[in-house]
């Protein structure tokens, strides 16, 4: 189920107190409203009643979607903490389960996951447009604000590569990358039971990792 507390809390910005509510975990099964809440980030924003300024609080927060079978841990860090007992029986009932450092992540993940493809292909898809953005000089490195993942259609994802002025969208088709994956399966694996950050560092690490020990 989802749960929620109230908790008192300051204004940053007139020092005045009062009550928010925030949630510590969600089970769209139970409260699809709040999944919509999740995916545009307002389940974070809160307002001052008496300054009226609107500001963010991004808590750590267990998403569950019993639909989709799977579970999102928000939580910038994962410092010191044993998740097996969590982790292991919902793995057993395949969920797939993962841990978003931030709220970007977390809402793409969403997205993803609901359109029912493997996040590790989106992330080797998001990698590629990113160099190939590169390698047609669209633009350089340091330019690229984000890659984001947007959807999936007949099997063709659509990745976008921004900058501040400008934006390119790449065709991907999933299945070439899928049997990538499929042969490459040590490489790619991913443990659930550790709900990995799967995201564009993680696999930067494995490209990086490739080539020192080449
Ligand atoms: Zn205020």
């Not at 998740?83 to 450092?101: D, N």
């Not at 898809?125 to 007949?154: H, L, M, W």
Request: with cysteine; glycine share 4%; proline share 5%.
């Amino acid at each position: 189920m989802s749960n929620s507390r109230e908790v008192n809390y300051t204004c940053p910005y007139c020092g005045r107190p009062f009550t928010i509510t925030v949630y510590d975990s969600v089970n769209t099964s139970e409260d699809p409203d709040l999944r919509d809440s999740c995916l545009s980030g307002d389940i974070f924003r809160h307002s001052c009643p008496h300054c009226h300024t609107d500001f963010m609080i991004q808590n750590p927060m267990v998403y569950q979607d019993p639909n989709h079978k799977f579970v999102l841990w928000l939580n910038s860090s994962d410092a010191g903490r044993d998740l097996s007992s969590f982790a292991k029986p919902l793995v057993k009932q395949g969920y797939r389960l993962r841990r978003c450092a931030t709220l970007k992540e977390f809402t793409e993940k969403i997205q993803i996951f609901e359109d029912g493809i493997s996040d590790v292909a989106v992330e080797l898809a998001k990698y590629d447009s990113f160099i190939e953005f590169i390698d047609n000089r669209r633009g350089n490195p340091e330019d690229v604000t984000s890659v984001e993942y947007q959807s999936c259609n007949d099997g063709v994802m659509k990745i976008n590569v921004r900058t501040d002025d400008k934006g390119l969208s790449f065709l991907i088709p999933l299945d070439p990358l899928m049997e990538e994956i499929r042969a490459q399966a040590d490489r790619y694996e991913v443990n659930d039971e550790e709900m990995p950050l799967i995201n564009s560092d993680w696999i930067i690490s494995l490209f990086t990792e490739a080539e020192g020990t080449a």
